[in-house]
């Protein structure tokens, strides 16, 4: 049996979701893995990696047309799942550009639009950012306070939003703003006038993914820059859906990453006379992560079969996405303790991971957010 894929998992999957995977877990292991560490600790992001992530199509995966991959859910997820075994990072950059920016582009935008920017993005020629959250409080996007005002044929924004995943090297911003008629989303393009962007430095988490702040001072665009088929909140939530799904597999890698380096940790360590994989304790240990890892693929999978049918539910996002959050850091943290010392060198990887997941669990959504959502759909009554 394969550790981290007790159920078969893989076994299930069509040809075509065997061949994805496969090919994004060559371009980890062979261009991720050996270089990341070093990324992590000079707060870099391998942009290196743009190219070549492009040139396997996992930008824009699952749209159809304009350069797009037309992939299925599934093998999204197993994209995302392989990545985020290299570094969370990496799978956010992917969520991003793919989820986040191309999506409601492709979703809600005209064609000029799709046919303007989607073929750069999928070639990776063009970096997008996705700005919803302001520094005043993420959890409540309702409560936005950047604002886009009418002016002849243009609109004119003002505002701030805060911890956005590329924004100091994004070439594109979609900027969601609320405005007479509710929130509508933006096409803010670098170089406008009064549109800038800022690193947030000093990160301990998701070293090797850029996060920044965006600032908007009586930026103008033009009406053709607006996303006419997005009104209300319910516009970037829809973008949050897709980003949330790939998230709920993401992490399964991460977990799997650190599972893979313990397995082998303990089968070498010699504690008190016998490998430390031969006592009782440790063994439950493993026993418990495996079990947990198998529960979280299995969640994912039946959203992703779920999803290629269009039947999934914000609520099922949302269970998934808490569940497997919370095993994956649960996971990473167990398996830094299991490695003592070593635990918290470079040289290995969950504390890379752990400390990753600490972003992974709080962003799209935190696990109070996610839990009631299914409380409010289990209930009928919105608790937030
Ligand atoms: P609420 O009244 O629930 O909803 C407003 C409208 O939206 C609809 N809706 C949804 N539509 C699509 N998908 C969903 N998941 C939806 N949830 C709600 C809803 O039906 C309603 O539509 P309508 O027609 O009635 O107008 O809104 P609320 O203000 O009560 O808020 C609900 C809540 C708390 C769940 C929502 O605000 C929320 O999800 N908050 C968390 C915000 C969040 O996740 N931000 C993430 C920012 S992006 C990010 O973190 C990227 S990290 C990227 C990376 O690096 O990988
Ligand atoms: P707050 O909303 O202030 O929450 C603080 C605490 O209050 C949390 O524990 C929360 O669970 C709790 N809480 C909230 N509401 C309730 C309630 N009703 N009852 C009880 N407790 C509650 N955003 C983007 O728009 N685009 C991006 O690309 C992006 N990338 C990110 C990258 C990183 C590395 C990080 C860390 C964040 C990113 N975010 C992005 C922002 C992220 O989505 C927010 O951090 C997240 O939504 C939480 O918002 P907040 O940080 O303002 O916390």
């Given at each position: 049996?394969?550790?981290?894929?007790?159920?078969?998992?893989?076994?299930?999957?069509?040809?075509?979701?065997?061949?994805?995977?496969?090919?994004?877990?060559?371009?980890?292991?062979?261009?991720?893995?050996?270089?990341?560490?070093?990324?992590?600790?000079?707060?870099?992001?391998p942009?290196?990696?743009?190219?070549?992530?492009?040139?396997?199509?996992?930008?824009?995966?699952?749209?159809?047309?304009?350069?797009?991959?037309?992939?299925?859910?599934?093998?999204?997820?197993?994209?995302?799942?392989?990545?985020?075994?290299?570094?969370?990072?990496?799978?956010?950059?992917?969520?991003?550009?793919?989820?986040?920016?191309?999506?409601p582009?492709?979703?809600?935008?005209?064609?000029?639009?799709?046919?303007?920017?989607?073929?750069?993005?999928?070639?990776?020629?063009?970096?997008?950012?996705?700005?919803?959250?302001?520094?005043?409080?993420?959890?409540?996007?309702?409560?936005?306070?950047?604002?886009?005002?009418?002016?002849?044929?243009?609109?004119?924004?003002?505002?701030?939003?805060?911890?956005?995943?590329?924004?100091?090297?994004?070439?594109?911003?979609?900027?969601?703003a609320?405005?007479?008629?509710?929130?509508?989303?933006?096409?803010?393009?670098?170089?406008?006038?009064?549109?800038?962007?800022?690193?947030?430095?000093r990160?301990?988490?998701l070293?090797?993914?850029?996060t920044?702040a965006?600032?908007?001072?009586?930026?103008?665009?033009?009406?053709?820059?607006?996303?006419?088929?997005?009104?209300?909140?319910?516009?970037?939530?829809?973008?949050l859906?897709?980003?949330?799904?790939?998230?709920?597999?993401?992490?399964?890698?991460a977990?799997?990453?650190?599972?893979?380096?313990?397995?082998?940790?303990?089968?070498?360590?010699?504690?008190?006379?016998?490998?430390?994989?031969?006592?009782?304790?440790?063994?439950?240990?493993?026993?418990?992560?495996?079990?947990?890892i198998?529960?979280?693929?299995?969640?994912?999978?039946?959203?992703?079969?779920?999803?290629?049918?269009?039947?999934m539910?914000?609520?099922?996002v949302?269970?998934?996405?808490?569940?497997?959050?919370?095993?994956?850091?649960?996971?990473?943290?167990?398996?830094?303790?299991?490695?003592?010392?070593?635990?918290?060198?470079?040289?290995?990887?969950?504390?890379?991971?752990?400390?990753?997941?600490?972003?992974?669990i709080?962003?799209?959504?935190?696990?109070?957010?996610?839990?009631?959502?299914?409380?409010?759909?289990?209930?009928?009554?919105?608790?937030?």
């Open positions: 049996m394969d550790p981290v894929d007790l159920y078969d998992l893989r076994g299930t999957l069509s040809d075509e979701e065997r061949m994805v995977q496969d090919s994004v877990a060559r371009l980890v292991d062979e261009r991720v893995l050996p270089d990341i560490q070093r990324h992590f600790e000079e707060h870099t992001f942009r290196e990696l743009v190219p070549e992530m492009a040139a396997l199509g996992l930008f824009g995966s699952t749209l159809e047309g304009y350069g797009c991959g037309g992939m299925n859910a599934v093998s999204y997820g197993l994209i995302c799942q392989e990545l985020e075994r290299g570094d969370s990072g990496i799978r956010s950059f992917v969520s991003v550009q793919s989820s986040l920016c191309m999506f582009i492709h979703a809600f935008g005209t064609e000029e639009q799709k046919q303007r920017w989607l073929p750069g993005m999928a070639a990776g020629e063009v970096i997008g950012c996705f700005g919803l959250t302001e520094p005043h409080g993420g959890s409540d996007p309702a409560n936005m306070k950047t604002h886009a005002k009418r002016r002849g044929d243009d609109w004119v924004l003002n505002g701030a939003k805060m911890w956005i995943t590329n924004a100091p090297i994004a070439d594109l911003a979609i900027v969601w609320r405005t007479e008629d509710g929130i509508r989303g933006f096409l803010v393009e670098r170089g406008t006038p009064g549109f800038t962007t800022r690193e947030i430095e990160k301990f988490s070293r090797a993914s850029v920044g965006i600032f908007l001072e009586d930026v103008v665009v033009p009406q053709a820059s607006m996303l006419r088929g997005a009104l209300g909140l319910k516009g970037p939530l829809a973008c859906n897709q980003a949330r799904y790939g998230i709920t597999w993401g992490v399964i890698g977990a799997q990453a650190c599972l893979a380096q313990l397995l082998d940790y303990t089968q070498t360590r010699v504690l008190f006379g016998r490998p430390l994989a031969a006592t009782q304790a440790i063994q439950i240990r493993l026993a418990e992560m495996a079990r947990s198998t529960m979280a693929q299995l969640l994912s999978l039946q959203l992703g079969r779920l999803k290629d049918v269009g039947r539910q914000p609520a099922q949302s269970l998934a996405k808490w569940n497997n959050c919370s095993m994956a850091l649960r996971v990473a943290r167990d398996a830094r303790d299991m490695l003592g010392g070593s635990g918290i060198s470079a040289e290995y990887v969950p504390i890379r991971h752990a400390l990753n997941l600490e972003s992974v709080t962003y799209e959504g935190t696990e109070t957010v996610h839990q009631l959502t299914i409380g409010r759909e289990l209930t009928g009554i919105s608790a937030f």
